[in-house]
């Protein structure tokens, strides 16, 4: 707000007009983001119904989500892998999707060098989407809190990465929504690891074809 009613005076220099108005747009984002967020988690807590599911390929989605966040991850000189065999699974699809996009977006920002992993398996009736980093890691008081609303393992990094502290709350909602866990399991100065199992489904008939 300061910086919308410093716009409107008339003794800004033309460089503090432009300053000030990235400013303002980058705070608008970030408030935004934070108010989809709290609307996520409040339909998601209120609305199970918002859950469809359906069968689809966990590999093959996991596959497009790579490709959208590869140069994220290049742009940090982090190398984002995703090898797998096809696995399908029974979930609403555009939701499990935004849980592989917050935890590799977070693995990212939290990651200043080396390997960022994305596993699929099938065992006992469940996929298990896996998503390892090389990163910082976290203390186990850290790791008890990660999934606690508006929780930053680190706040300043949180800030410059434009993170609201709620990614890790949703998706632990999403998967909750779905009858299952989230896990994590971290060393610091080694790396962090999330999984989560979904009900596994045979390939569609179609796929087949």
Same mark, same amino acid.
């Given at each position: 707000?300061?910086?919308?009613?410093?716009?409107?005076?008339?003794?800004?220099?033309? !460089?503090?007009? @432009?300053?000030?108005?990235?400013?303002?747009?980058?705070? #608008?984002?970030?408030? *935004?983001?934070?108010? *989809?967020?709290?609307?996520?988690?409040?339909?998601?807590?209120?609305?199970?119904?918002?859950?469809?599911?359906?069968?689809?390929?966990?590999?093959?989605?996991?596959? !497009?989500?790579?490709?959208?966040?590869?140069?994220?991850?290049?742009? @940090?000189?982090?190398?984002?892998?995703?090898?797998?065999?096809?696995?399908?699974?029974?979930?609403?699809? *555009?939701?499990?999707?935004?849980?592989?996009?917050? #935890?590799?977006?977070?693995?990212?920002?939290?990651?200043? &060098?080396? =390997?960022?992993?994305?596993?699929?398996?099938?065992?006992?009736? @469940?996929?298990?989407?896996?998503? =390892?980093?090389?990163?910082?890691?976290?203390?186990?008081?850290?790791? &008890?809190?990660?999934?606690?609303?508006?929780?930053?393992? !680190?706040?300043?990094?949180?800030?410059?990465?434009?993170?609201?502290?709620?990614?890790?709350?949703?998706?632990?909602?999403?998967?909750?929504?779905?009858?299952?866990?989230? +896990?994590?399991?971290?060393? #610091?100065?080694?790396?962090?690891? +999330?999984? +989560?199992?979904?009900?596994?489904?045979?390939?569609?008939?179609?796929?087949?074809?």
């Amino acid at each position: 707000g300061g910086y919308l009613e410093a716009l409107a005076t008339s003794s800004l220099s033309e !460089d503090q007009r @432009k300053l000030y108005a990235r400013k303002a747009i980058t705070n #608008l984002q970030r408030l *935004n983001t934070l108010f *989809n967020d709290l609307i996520e988690i409040a339909q998601l807590e209120y609305r199970e119904d918002l859950i469809h599911a359906a069968d689809f390929s966990m590999t093959e989605m996991i596959d !497009d989500v790579v490709d959208i966040l590869r140069p994220k991850a290049e742009d @940090k000189a982090l190398t984002l892998i995703a090898e797998n065999d096809d696995h399908f699974v029974h979930a609403d699809r *555009n939701r499990i999707r935004q849980v592989v996009i917050n #935890l590799i977006e977070n693995a990212i920002n939290y990651s200043d &060098e080396g =390997t960022i992993t994305v596993t699929v398996t099938r065992e006992n009736g @469940k996929v298990t989407t896996t998503v =390892t980093d090389t990163g910082k890691g976290m203390s186990p008081e850290h790791q &008890e809190r990660v999934f606690e609303r508006f929780y930053r393992v !680190d706040p300043d990094r949180s800030r410059k990465s434009g993170g609201t502290g709620l990614g890790l709350s949703i998706v632990k909602q999403i998967v909750q929504a779905h009858g299952e866990q989230i +896990f994590v399991d971290s060393e #610091l100065g080694v790396g962090t690891r +999330f999984w +989560f199992g979904l009900p596994a489904v045979d390939v569609p008939l179609e796929e087949v074809a």
